[in-house]
């Protein structure tokens, strides 16, 4: 029996290698947009990362016909509200400068003089699952968050794409979310973290017991 595909509904390459080594393990066939030829993307309209994450996942589950995954995430900041949250992509408004370090800069400035005792935030995450399964079509959502504190100064190196990274210290390593190599990232991941709550969906698609679409 010929292997089942999971689509990893996402434009962002790092996202998609993190996940190609988040499911090692699960007997599925990674695509992505590009190799399905989807170009299209829709409005992130929701209130919350879950709203969005099922956005993703309806719309390209519409478009690919086979079992589709995708997310929603960015940075809570305990003290700001857990500002910028839902808008951690597009915080500084559509007139202004959305680069990765212009956010990064954002979150050191409104930080300023805040005491280490306020500082915790995290990264989260929601994923959504979308599936055929006997004729009927399942969808599965779970998050998870990697928890840490807002760091007085930002790393060094900001990762395209990852801006985030550059500021949240981790508890216990004592080190930046972004100083983590690829492979001790993905072992803690808010992605690892949610993925690990959908397995038993997985290994089902795996198996065959959700079917793709023809």
Same mark, same amino acid.
């Given at each position: ?108 400035? %409104? ?13 989260? @995450? ?15 959502? @779970? ?21 985030? %990274? ?49």
């Amino acid at each position: 029996m010929a292997m089942r595909r999971l689509l990893i509904a996402t434009a962002n390459r790092a996202k998609l290698a993190e996940y190609r080594l988040i499911l090692r393990g699960i007997d599925l066939e990674l695509v992505s947009l590009a190799e399905l030829g989807i170009s299209e993307s829709p409005e992130e309209t929701g209130a919350t990362f879950t709203e969005n994450a099922l956005i993703k996942a309806r719309f390209y589950f519409q478009r690919a016909r086979i079992a589709t995954l995708a997310d929603d995430g960015g940075l809570e900041i305990d003290a700001l509200g857990g500002e910028p949250g839902v808008r951690s992509h597009r915080w500084l408004g559509s007139g202004g400068d959305d680069s990765d370090q212009a956010l990064v800069n954002e979150v050191i400035r %409104r930080m300023k003089g805040v005491e280490a005792g306020r500082r915790a935030a995290r990264i989260r @995450a929601t994923i959504a699952l979308i599936y055929e399964e006997g004729g009927a079509i399942r969808e599965k959502t @779970a998050e998870g968050a990697i928890e840490g504190a807002i760091a007085e100064r930002a790393y060094r190196e900001i990762r395209a794409g990852f801006p985030y %990274r550059a500021v949240l210290v981790i508890p216990g390593r004592n080190c930046y979310l972004g100083e983590l190599g690829d492979e001790q990232e993905a072992q803690i991941s808010q992605r690892r973290i949610a993925v690990s709550k959908l397995r038993d969906e997985l290994e089902r698609i795996a198996a065959g017991r959700g079917a793709q679409l023809s």
